[in-house]
């Protein structure tokens, strides 16, 4: 969606490029604070202070006023250790749409003596250009200037202050001011002051209330030597909330909803004779299903149009219209939502905009003050045939609509005319494994020969896209050539003869298969037996899930959703009787809201054969359930899956046995993968 704005220290400016000397004087400028700035007292340093710095002065300030809002950052530091010298590396960045900021001091204090270096500084400016490998074009500009002569021991202070409002919100305000979990020692103060009609809703976690001082223009916390706060030990992401000031203009998430809906809908409108209608009337000729024709034309956003981050010119939360995104063949995820839009919008198909957070920022995104920040990616949902439709342009062209997003999104926000409200989206379970490792082990040619194998990885969400683009780039031979150089001669290799890729749309999974010979690791007993620990086919014991004492006992204990599956197929040596094969243990438990499961099964065929899988059912538990699979745990079997040869024991089958297929026998891309217990599966 867009990038939260940030004036920012930093060590380093990577990929940008210096401005013509004479605009410099144009861009940053010198001057006293603003009125409105009221800074901390300076703390005495202590003469055991220890660490990277000690921080006598730390304000972060924002001002509301008519028209929008500035921000002061200052800083006054003592500098204790030879690693904190890369912060005399100092850089500001700003949005020139927002305006420039002001410099108002930059000394270095040392012995007694202050060394004022702000009028004479030579501040470089730098303009971040396009990426290709970040796919990035935002306009922002960075001031930077590496501090000369600067020593462990000396103070250095620095303070600046800028315009920071978004251009498209104007002196509409939303946002927060926080402070990390784990500070350096000293003296930090957040500010929140406003002009007479300018107070926002403000809400402050309870972290913040005892130390919060508010008046009639003005919310200040200061903090003294902040405790390290730690979130609750596998907690949700929403317990990490701590330290935060939120503040917003906006009354509801249904007036974000309708603040934001025009800008699409505007962009999304055509011109007549647009030739996006014309590519829209290609489509309705190609096609006669209705998804059919959305999917042509989330093909053609995805395949036709490259993604690049555009943030020029407020671009931020503005997105650029359909006409000039189509013109230039490039978007970011907002003129991609437009451009579908507007196909959607030519073919008959209602559709809407929806804002969602890929950084999942959305848990517990209905405790927060409304405000867009709270976003970062917009997407297209639309209703095709009476059922819900999730559309993302800037994915690959692989990625078709599909009834639930991509990402496991708790909370999205849907931009429509009358103001839409929080929509929560409901846990579903992956209903395929999004990790899987089949493995055939053909070792017919005896214990003492290396075996013929076939290992096949299969990726989906995320990292399958990622697999997809980076081997569907290689040719057949380049693909060979690739893994074979990695992989021959290898622990696991002896050679690879062929290696495969394919992307299977109708599973959206991603797989890639490597064929060879490797040696087999196995494990010879004294009287002929022998012992073989089968890939994929273990599980570590998952972690005890409990906290000391300061943490708060009540939350509850968070797995992040996943489905994982690994099967594996051994062909016995020639020469060797079936019944003196055997297996170890299988087990079917579900602990901590996650299933674990492993079979095994010995064939006629002279196979053995394995399937383990683990999927998350409830990504939260309670601490009572938690407190229940502690009681368990010492009984998880965390075994490996191994096979066992005796030539003078008959080996009999034991347990809940149930049929499992070979790797070889079944597509495993497949739907109905035997990867969990049977009531599982149905």
């Known amino acids: 969606m867009g990038r939260v704005f940030v004036l920012s220290i930093s060590a380093a400016m990577i990929g940008a490029s210096p401005l013509a000397a004479q605009d410099q004087a144009d861009l940053i400028a010198t001057g006293p604070a603003p009125n409105w700035v009221e800074e901390a007292e300076l703390a005495e340093v202590p003469s055991d202070a220890q660490g990277l710095v000690f921080v ?32 005399g590396n100092i850089g500001v960045m700003w949005n020139p749409a927002a305006g420039a900021p002001t410099i108002h001091t930059l000394r270095i204090h040392r012995d007694g003596e202050t060394i004022d270096l702000r009028d004479r500084a030579d501040f470089e400016i730098l303009r971040r250009e396009e990426q290709l490998e970040a796919a990035t074009l935002d306009g922002m500009l960075t001031a930077i200037y590496r501090i000369p002569d600067l020593r462990v021991g000396d103070e250095l202070e620095f303070a600046y202050s800028g315009p920071t409002q978004d251009p498209t919100l104007g002196e509409t305000s939303a946002g927060l001011l926080a402070l990390i979990g784990n500070l350096q020692p000293g003296r930090y103060r957040l500010g929140l002051n406003w002009t007479e009609g300018q107070k926002p809703d403000i809400r402050l976690t309870p972290d913040f209330e005892a130390a919060a001082q508010e008046t009639a223009r003005s919310l200040v916390i200061d903090l003294e030597d902040p405790d390290v706060i730690s979130p609750p030990k596998d907690a949700p992401p929403r317990y990490s909330w701590t330290r935060v000031i939120e503040f917003s203009d906006f009354d509801s998430w249904s007036a974000v909803s309708r603040r934001f809906e025009p800008l699409f809908a505007d962009a999304a409108t055509l011109k007549a004779g647009s030739p996006i209608a014309a590519e829209a009337a290609r489509i309705r000729a190609a096609h006669a299903d209705t998804l059919d024709r959305a999917a042509a034309a989330l093909e053609l956003v995805q395949a036709q149009v490259r993604y690049i981050y555009v943030g020029l010119d407020g671009g931020n939360l503005r997105p650029a219209s359909a006409e000039e995104t189509w013109e230039r063949r490039y978007g970011d995820c907002k003129g991609k939502t437009v451009l579908l839009l507007a196909l959607l919008s030519e073919l008959g198909i209602s559709a809407e905009p929806v804002l969602v957070s890929n950084s999942g920022l959305d848990d517990g995104a209905n405790e927060r003050l409304p405000g867009p920040g709270l976003f970062d990616h917009v997407l297209v949902r639309a209703n095709i045939g009476g059922e819900t439709y999730w559309l993302d342009g800037t994915l690959p062209e692989v990625v078709p609509p599909s009834t639930r997003p991509l990402l496991p999104y708790r909370f999205v926000l849907p931009l429509t005319k009358s103001g839409a409200d929080l929509a929560k989206l409901a846990f579903e379970p992956f209903a395929l494994p999004q990790e899987m490792g089949l493995y055939e082990i053909d070792a017919r040619e005896g214990f003492d020969k290396p075996a013929r194998l076939v290992t096949t990885f299969v990726q989906r969400g995320i990292a399958g896209l990622a697999d997809y683009v980076r081997h569907s780039a290689m040719s057949p031979s380049q693909l060979l050539d690739t893994y074979r150089t990695a992989l021959a001669g290898s622990e696991s290799w002896d050679s690879v003869s062929t290696v495969t890729y394919r ?39 998952p972690a005890r899930r409990q906290r000391s004492d300061d943490q708060d006992s009540s939350a509850p204990y968070y ?75 010492e009984k998880f079997d965390n075994s490996k899956a191994q096979a066992f040869y005796d030539p003078d024991q008959v080996m009999k089958p034991y347990g809940d046995l149930r049929p499992v297929p070979a790797v070889g026998e079944i597509d495993w891309t497949g739907r109905n993968v035997p990867c969990l217990p049977a009531d599982m599966m149905e």
């Open 559 to 633: 797995s992040e959703p996943s489905y994982s599956c690994h099967a594996t197929t051994l062909r016995f040596p020639e020469g060797t009787d079936l019944e003196n094969w055997g297996f170890n243990t299988t087990f079917d438990t579900v602990m901590y809201g996650r299933v674990y499961y492993r079979m095994m099964e010995r064939r006629g065929d002279r196979t053995l054969r394995m399937v383990r899988g683990s999927r998350t059912e409830r990504p939260e538990i309670s601490p009572e359930n938690a407190a229940r699979d502690n009681r368990r745990l």
């Open 503 to 541: 992307y299977d749309e109708d599973t959206q999974a991603s797989v890639l298969s490597i064929t060879g010979t490797g040696p087999v690791d196995w494990s010879e007993g004294s009287d002929g037996d022998y012992s073989l620990v089968l890939p994929g086919g273990g599980f570590s014991p």
């Open 56 to 87: 006598r002065r730390n304000d972060t300030l924002i001002h509301l006023r008519d028209g929008g809002q500035d921000t002061f950052v200052g800083q006054h530091i003592k500098l204790l250790n030879s690693q904190a010298l890369q912060l």
